[in-house]
C-alpha cells in the first residue's frame, strides 16, 4: 500500500534534482547573450558576403572610420573560415604523412613546396577560377580571399600536428598497442589530445600570419583586375594608397581590438581546456585561467542543449569498438614491388610537373631569364638565412623563459598575438621616409620587413615547446642542481628543439613569402625595391607577366624545397632519433 506515496515522493524528488541541475543561472543568462551576439554577428557578415559583385562599385571602401566595424566583422569572418579549413586540412593531410610511410613520401615534399609558393602566386591563379564559380556574386572573391588567407595558416599548423605525432613517447605508443586501439580511436585517445597543446599555440601564430597577409587577401590586384573587399585589409591599403597616417592608425585599433576581443573569447579559454592534456606525471604550480571559461563551465542549459551530440560521439566510439576489436590481426607483408611502383608514381609525377613548367618557361623566356631568377634566389636565401639565425637568438631563450612560467604566458599571450599579426605594411611608410631621407642602401635596410611577421612563429613554437616540458622532468633537474648550460643542453634544449625545428621552417618559408611584399615597397608616389627574388615576382605580377610569376614560383620553390631538404629535415630526424623526452 505505501508503494505508490514512495514512489510519488521518489518522482518528486528526482524532479527537484532534475530542475536543480538544468534550472537556469545567470551564467545560462550571459552565455545565452553572448552566443546569440555572435550568431547575430556571424548572420549579418554571411549576408555581406553573398551580396551581388555590383554592390562593391556602388558601395567601394571607404575611410569613414565609422565603417570599421563592419570591416573588422568582414575580415574576422573571412579568418576563422580560413582557420576552420586549416583545421580540417591539418587532421587529415598531416596524419596520413605521419602515419603512411608512402603518403610521407608525398604530402612532406608538397607542403615544402606550397609553403614557398607566395600568397600573390595563389592569387594569380586562383581569383580567376572563384570568380568563375559565382560570376555575379561576391561569394566568389570572397573564397578566393578566405583560400589565401588558408595558404598563410594551413602549413604551419600541418607541421607542427605532423612533429607532435611524430614525437609521442614511445610509453604512450606501447599502451595503445597493448589496448588494440582503432587508428579511429587511436586518433582520438592519444594522437590528437597529446598532439593539441602545440596545435593551439600554432593556430593562435597562424591567425596572426593571416593578419599578416590579409592587406594582399582583402586588397586584390593582379595585373589589370583590382578587387578591393569591405574589410581591415582594404581599408588598409586604401590608407597607405593615399599616404593617410591617421587611418593608418585607425586601422591598428580596429586590428588591436579585434584581436584582444577573439583572444579573451576564443584562444584563451582554448588555452585553458588545452592544458589538460599536457603530458606530465606531476601536477603544475599554475594553470592558465580564462573567465570566458569559467563561465561557459558553470552554465547548466548548455550541456543539455549539447547533449545529443555528446550522445552521437559516444554512438561512434561504441560503433568503432569493432573496429577496436579487429585490431590485433597480423602484421601484413609489405610488398618490395609496390613500394617501387609508388616510388615510380611519385617520381613519374614529378617529373611530369617539371617538364610541363621547363616547358611552359621555355617556350616563353630565355636562358638568361632562368639565370637572372637563380641569381636574384640566391640574394634572398642570404638574406633568410641571416635573418632566422638572427630571430633564433633573440627568441629562443625570450621563448624559454615564458613558456616555463604560465603566468607570464598568459599574461603576454595577447601581446604576442598582436606583435605577431601588426601587417608590416604598416611600417612600410616609415621604412620609405627613413630610407630616403638618410640616403640607406634598400637592399640592407629593407630586409628586416622580411622577418617582421615570420619571426614569431619561432617564438610561439619555442613557447609551446618549453610550455610541454613535462613538470616532473624540471622537479628533477631542480632537484639534482642542473644549472647554466648543463640546464640547457640536458632538459631545455631537448625539450624545445622538435618545437623550434617547426617554428624555424615555417618561418623560414614565411620569409620567402614576406620578400614579395618586402623587398619592393611603395609609399604614395615612391617607390623602393631591394635585389631578390621577392621583388622580382612582386613587379611581374603587378605588370601581369604569367611566365615570370611562374619562373619565379618555381625557383622559390625549388630553394625552399632544397633549403628544407639539406638542413630542416635532418634537423627533424636527429629530434626524433635522439632528442624526445620520452
Same mark, same amino acid.
Given at each position: 500500500m505505501?508503494?505508490?506515496? /514512495?514512489?510519488?515522493?521518489?518522482?518528486l524528488?528526482?524532479?527537484?534534482?532534475?530542475? &536543480?541541475?538544468v534550472?537556469? !543561472?545567470?551564467?545560462d543568462a550571459?552565455?545565452f547573450?553572448?552566443l546569440?551576439?555572435?550568431?547575430?554577428?556571424?548572420?549579418?557578415?554571411?549576408?555581406?558576403?553573398?551580396?551581388?559583385? !555590383?554592390?562593391?562599385?556602388?558601395a567601394p571602401v571607404?575611410?569613414?572610420?565609422a565603417?570599421?566595424?563592419?570591416?573588422?566583422?568582414?575580415t574576422? $569572418?573571412?579568418?576563422?573560415?580560413?582557420l576552420?579549413?586549416?583545421l580540417?586540412?591539418?587532421?587529415?593531410?598531416?596524419?596520413?604523412?605521419?602515419?603512411?610511410?608512402?603518403?610521407?613520401?608525398?604530402?612532406v615534399?608538397?607542403?615544402?613546396?606550397?609553403?614557398? @609558393?607566395p600568397i600573390?602566386g595563389f592569387?594569380?591563379?586562383?581569383?580567376?577560377?572563384?570568380?568563375?564559380?559565382?560570376?555575379?556574386?561576391?561569394?566568389?572573391?570572397?573564397?578566393?580571399?578566405?583560400?589565401?588567407?588558408?595558404?598563410?595558416?594551413?602549413?604551419?599548423?600541418?607541421?607542427?600536428f605532423? /612533429?607532435?605525432?611524430?614525437?609521442?613517447?614511445? =610509453?604512450?605508443?606501447?599502451?595503445? =598497442?597493448?589496448f588494440?586501439? !582503432?587508428p579511429?580511436?587511436?586518433?582520438?585517445?592519444?594522437?590528437?589530445?597529446f598532439?593539441?597543446?602545440a596545435?593551439?599555440?600554432n593556430?593562435?601564430?597562424s591567425m596572426?600570419?593571416?593578419?599578416?597577409?590579409?592587406?594582399?587577401?582583402?586588397?586584390?590586384?593582379?595585373?589589370?583586375?583590382?578587387?578591393?573587399?569591405?574589410?581591415?585589409?582594404?581599408?588598409?591599403?586604401?590608407a597607405?594608397?593615399?599616404?593617410?597616417?591617421?587611418?593608418?592608425?585607425?586601422?591598428?585599433?580596429a586590428?588591436?581590438?579585434?584581436?584582444?576581443?577573439?583572444?579573451?573569447f576564443?584562444? +584563451?579559454?582554448v588555452?585553458?581546456w588545452?592544458?589538460?592534456?599536457?603530458f606530465?606525471?606531476?601536477?603544475s604550480?599554475?594553470?592558465p585561467?580564462s573567465?570566458?571559461?569559467d563561465?561557459?563551465?558553470r552554465?547548466?542549459?548548455?550541456?543539455?542543449?549539447?547533449?545529443?551530440?555528446t550522445?552521437?560521439?559516444?554512438?561512434l566510439?561504441?560503433?568503432d569498438?569493432?573496429?577496436? /576489436?579487429?585490431?590485433?590481426?597480423?602484421?601484413?607483408? +609489405?610488398?618490395?614491388a609496390?613500394r617501387w611502383?609508388w616510388?615510380?608514381?611519385?617520381?613519374?609525377?614529378?617529373?611530369?610537373?617539371v617538364?610541363?613548367i621547363?616547358?611552359?618557361?621555355?617556350?616563353n623566356?630565355s636562358?638568361?631569364?632562368?639565370?637572372?631568377?637563380f641569381?636574384?634566389?640566391?640574394?634572398?636565401?642570404? #638574406?633568410?638565412l641571416?635573418?632566422?639565425?638572427?630571430?633564433?637568438?633573440?627568441? @629562443?631563450p625570450?621563448?624559454?623563459w615564458i613558456? $616555463?612560467?604560465p603566468?607570464?604566458?598568459?599574461?603576454?599571450?595577447? @601581446?604576442?598575438?598582436f606583435?605577431?599579426?601588426?601587417?608590416?605594411?604598416?611600417?612600410?611608410?616609415?621604412?620609405?621616409?627613413?630610407?630616403?631621407?638618410?640616403?640607406?642602401?634598400p637592399?640592407?635596410?629593407?630586409?628586416?620587413l622580411?622577418?617582421? %611577421?615570420?619571426?614569431?612563429?619561432?617564438l610561439?613554437?619555442v613557447?609551446?615547446g618549453?610550455?610541454?616540458?613535462?613538470?616532473?622532468?624540471?622537479?628533477?633537474?631542480?632537484?639534482? %642542481?642542473? +644549472?647554466?648550460?648543463q640546464?640547457?643542453?640536458?632538459?631545455?634544449i631537448?625539450?624545445?628543439?622538435?618545437?623550434y625545428v617547426? &617554428?624555424?621552417?615555417t618561418? !623560414? &618559408?614565411?620569409s620567402?613569402?614576406?620578400s614579395i611584399?618586402?623587398?619592393?615597397?611603395?609609399?604614395?608616389?615612391?617607390k623602393?625595391?631591394?635585389?631578390?627574388?621577392?621583388?622580382?615576382?612582386?613587379q611581374?605580377?603587378?605588370d601581369g607577366?604569367?611566365?615570370?610569376?611562374? $619562373?619565379?614560383?618555381?625557383?622559390?620553390?625549388?630553394?625552399?624545397?632544397?633549403?628544407?631538404?639539406?638542413?630542416?629535415?635532418?634537423?627533424?630526424?636527429?629530434? =626524433?632519433? #635522439?632528442?624526445?623526452?620520452?
Open positions: 505505501d508503494f505508490v506515496p /514512495q514512489t510519488a515522493r521518489g518522482l524528488s528526482l524532479s527537484r534534482q532534475w530542475r &536543480g541541475r534550472a537556469p !543561472s545567470w551564467a550571459i552565455a547573450l553572448l546569440a551576439g555572435g550568431a547575430v554577428l556571424v548572420i549579418r557578415g554571411a549576408e555581406g558576403m553573398i551580396a551581388p559583385l !555590383s554592390r562593391l562599385h556602388i571607404t575611410l569613414d572610420p565603417n570599421l566595424p563592419g570591416y573588422a566583422l568582414r574576422t $569572418l573571412r579568418m576563422f573560415a580560413a576552420g579549413a586549416s580540417v586540412f591539418t587532421f587529415v593531410v598531416a596524419t596520413l604523412a605521419a602515419k603512411s610511410r608512402r603518403a610521407g613520401m608525398v604530402i615534399p608538397a607542403l615544402d613546396i606550397l609553403q614557398s @609558393v600573390l592569387l594569380t591563379f586562383t581569383v580567376t577560377f572563384f570568380m568563375g564559380l559565382f560570376p555575379a556574386s561576391q561569394l566568389g572573391v570572397e573564397l578566393a580571399a578566405i583560400f589565401a588567407i588558408f595558404t598563410s595558416q594551413a602549413w604551419n599548423m600541418a607541421f607542427s605532423y /612533429q607532435s605525432l611524430r614525437s609521442v613517447p614511445n =610509453d604512450l605508443e606501447e599502451v595503445a =598497442d597493448s588494440a586501439l !582503432s579511429w580511436r587511436r586518433f582520438i585517445r592519444l594522437d590528437l589530445p598532439a593539441t597543446p596545435l593551439v599555440w593556430a593562435m601564430m596572426s600570419g593571416g593578419w599578416f597577409f590579409v592587406v594582399a587577401s582583402e586588397a586584390i590586384s593582379v595585373g589589370d583586375t583590382r578587387i578591393m573587399l569591405p574589410g581591415i585589409g582594404s581599408y588598409l591599403a586604401l597607405i594608397d593615399r599616404q593617410d597616417f591617421v587611418s593608418v592608425g585607425w586601422a591598428v585599433a586590428m588591436a581590438v579585434v584581436i584582444l576581443l577573439y583572444d579573451q576564443v584562444f +584563451r579559454p588555452v585553458v588545452a592544458d589538460r592534456f599536457r606530465e606525471q606531476t601536477a604550480a599554475h594553470r585561467r573567465w570566458a571559461y563561465l561557459f563551465r552554465t547548466r542549459l548548455l550541456p543539455v542543449i549539447f547533449a545529443p551530440l550522445a552521437l560521439g559516444q554512438a566510439m561504441t560503433l569498438r569493432r573496429v577496436a /576489436q579487429r585490431a590485433r590481426r597480423e602484421p601484413t607483408e +609489405r610488398s618490395d609496390g611502383l616510388l615510380a608514381l611519385v617520381a613519374g609525377a614529378v617529373g611530369w610537373a617538364w610541363l621547363a616547358g611552359y618557361v621555355a617556350h623566356l636562358a638568361g631569364d632562368v639565370l637572372r631568377a641569381g636574384l634566389g640566391v640574394i634572398t636565401m642570404v #638574406r633568410v641571416v635573418l632566422i639565425a638572427l630571430a633564433s637568438l633573440i627568441w @629562443v625570450i621563448g624559454v613558456g $616555463l612560467r603566468r607570464w604566458a598568459e599574461r603576454l599571450q595577447p @601581446v604576442a598575438q606583435l605577431a599579426a601588426f601587417p608590416a605594411n604598416v611600417l612600410f611608410p616609415f621604412a620609405v621616409i627613413a630610407i630616403v631621407h638618410w640616403h640607406l642602401n637592399d640592407i635596410w629593407l630586409s628586416p622580411m622577418v617582421l %611577421g615570420t619571426q614569431w612563429y619561432i610561439f613554437n613557447i609551446a618549453a610550455s610541454a616540458i613535462p613538470n616532473d622532468l624540471r622537479e628533477a633537474a631542480g632537484m639534482f %642542481g642542473v +644549472r647554466r648550460w640546464w640547457w643542453r640536458s632538459l631545455a631537448p625539450g624545445i628543439f622538435p618545437y617547426t &617554428g624555424a621552417l618561418a !623560414s &618559408g614565411g620567402w613569402n614576406a611584399v618586402a623587398e619592393l615597397v611603395m609609399w604614395g608616389n615612391q623602393l625595391t631591394a635585389t631578390g627574388l621577392g621583388a622580382y615576382i612582386a611581374a605580377t603587378a607577366d604569367f611566365p615570370r610569376v611562374t $619562373l619565379g614560383i618555381a625557383v622559390m620553390s625549388i630553394f625552399v624545397i632544397g633549403f628544407n631538404r639539406q638542413l630542416w629535415r635532418p634537423l627533424y630526424a636527429y629530434a =626524433d632519433r #635522439r632528442l624526445r623526452l620520452g
